[in-house]
């Protein structure tokens, strides 16, 4: 069974950044693709970043040149750099690990953005 548990959201001030890390159990992490999605009330959860097994990256428009997606094989982890936060970035972010037609999420942890 894969588990995923993230850390690192909190309250930050815009302009500001955070990094969120998700640590992935299981023995085929070298093989997932590891991403960050996020959610907020009453609209889709939507793809932030992603990046495959070997090391290619996709970003949402809306978060390119800002965020930086990272994957650490030493600790089966995933990490978001957020920098240049804005307001509209709150959400609950979610990582998730993808291998053929099995998707694992993690419980999800707040950003929120706010002076």
């Known amino acids: 069974q894969v588990q995923l548990a993230e850390s690192g959201g909190g309250l930050v001030q815009p302009g500001g950044s955070l990094r969120l890390s998700c640590v992935v159990s299981g023995s085929r992490f070298s093989l997932y693709i590891l991403g960050w999605y996020r959610q907020t009330p009453g609209k889709e959860r939507e793809l932030v970043a992603e990046?495959?097994?070997?090391?290619?990256?996709n970003y949402a428009d809306s978060v390119k040149g800002r965020f930086t997606v990272s994957r650490d094989y030493a600790k089966k982890a995933v990490d978001l750099q957020m920098n240049s936060l804005k307001t509209e970035d709150t959400a609950v972010y979610y990582c998730s690990a993808k291998y053929w037609l099995n998707t694992y999420w993690g419980q999800g942890t707040q950003v929120t953005v706010s002076s």
């Open positions: 990046i495959t097994n070997n090391g290619s990256q």
